[in-house]
């Protein structure tokens, strides 16, 4: 019998099947696609990677603990994960999202300079104020996915694709899992099904990512802009010369014109912002972000035998090794001191 199944291998089942795997115990992933894929929400071509964490300050060692296991995970990858490029934060030089970093660089000793940004950035226009996170950077989703999963069957971890779980429950001193296949069981089961969950309450916020074309590769470090009036635009460089760079408004839109209303923002911004990329969107997709009431990752028991790690926010991507890890202990019932 499996230690632990996994259901869903976006980020966080990907991650959780990993750092399982690393430990040893006998591991099962279920996911309805074949991951990496974009049916869920860990897919588009990058993810910012940081250490400071405007999430609060609870939030600083998991982002630095995460950030070493991006570094290992890439050492072992068969396609590169990890593009060091640094993070650029932009604001007004008293905005929450400029003070609170750079409160944090000292106290955590997260490197980090204030910069000329005529100098460095020519291309930016009406910027204010801006420091450089030196240490961050980018990962590629989808080769994160693939990395975790080839490292993790590597390691004796059974990968099911096309299999969707139906149904969940613990039996005596196991968990039964139902698929279209037949029956399978573990243990102890972490499910992480993103939007598709259904044990905990979440909202599903719609974010909307549009893509420009203008820049060379990896020309500009990603970045997150904070507008006066609070509204804040994040942005990546295209990773190779065949992709468009992506700028998004980082909130989510409601309502059936949730995409026009993002585009809308993001040309707007690339229009006042922007003199290196072509300010009309070559396209835009919609994905979902599954959000919890309280903004803090869902990472819970819930019935007998079954944890469920959930609600990543929008901006969970980067925590991913550690919530595997953490959601792996929780599995064990071993202590667990964040999220
Ligand atoms: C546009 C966008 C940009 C973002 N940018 C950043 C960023 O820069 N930095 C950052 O840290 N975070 C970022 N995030 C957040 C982060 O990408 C997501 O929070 C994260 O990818 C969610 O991962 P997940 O594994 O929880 O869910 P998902 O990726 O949705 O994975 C769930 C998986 O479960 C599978 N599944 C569902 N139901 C079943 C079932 N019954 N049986 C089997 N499999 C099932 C699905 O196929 C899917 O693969 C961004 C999110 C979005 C949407």
């Known amino acids: 019998m499996y230690d632990i199944a996994v259901v869903g291998l976006g980020i966080a089942g990907a991650s959780t099947l990993w750092r399982g795997a690393e430990r040893g115990l006998r591991m099962v992933g279920f996911d309805l696609g074949t991951p990496p894929h974009a049916l869920g929400s860990s897919h588009g071509r990058t993810r910012i990677v940081r250490r400071s964490a405007y999430e609060g300050q609870s939030y600083v060692e998991p982002a630095r603990r995460s950030l070493r296991l991006w570094h290992e995970l890439d050492a072992g990858a068969a396609q590169r994960v990890w593009f060091h490029t640094g993070l650029l934060l932009l604001g007004e030089r008293d ?38 996170e030196r240490n961050a950077g980018l990962v590629s989703p989808e080769n994160a996915i693939t990395a975790m999963l080839d490292r993790a069957r590597a390691l004796g971890a059974a990968v099911e694709t096309e299999c969707e779980i139906t149904d969940i429950e613990p039996v005596d001193g196991s968990v039964r899992l139902r698929a279209r296949d037949g029956v399978h069981h573990a243990r102890k089961v972490v499910v992480a099904t993103g939007a598709q969950e259904t044990g905990v309450p ?138």
């Open 95 to 132: 905005s929450p999202l400029l003070t609170s970093a750079l409160d944090q660089a000292k106290e955590f000793d997260i490197a980090m300079d204030v910069v000329d940004l005529a100098e460095s950035y020519p291309w930016l226009r009406n910027g204010t104020a801006g420091v450089l």
């Open 202 to 339: 979440l909202q599903l916020d719609q974010l909307v990512v549009p893509w420009f074309w203008g820049a060379q590769p990896l020309s500009f470090p990603p970045f997150i802009h904070e507008l006066p009036d609070g509204r804040r635009f994040g942005g990546m460089p295209n990773l190779d010369a065949d992709t468009p760079a992506k700028v998004m408004p980082m909130r989510p839109y409601p309502g059936e014109t949730a995409l026009a209303d993002g585009v809308r923002d993001a040309e707007w911004y690339v229009r006042t912002h922007r003199s290196d990329l072509d300010p009309k969107a070559e396209s835009a997709f919609q994905c979902l972000a599954p959000t919890t009431a309280d903004g803090h990752f869902h990472l819970r028991p819930g019935e007998r035998d079954v944890v469920h790690l959930a609600g990543l926010n929008g901006h969970g991507f980067k925590f991913g090794p550690v919530l595997g890890e953490a959601a792996v202990r929780m599995a064990l019932e071993e202590s667990v001191s964040w999220p």
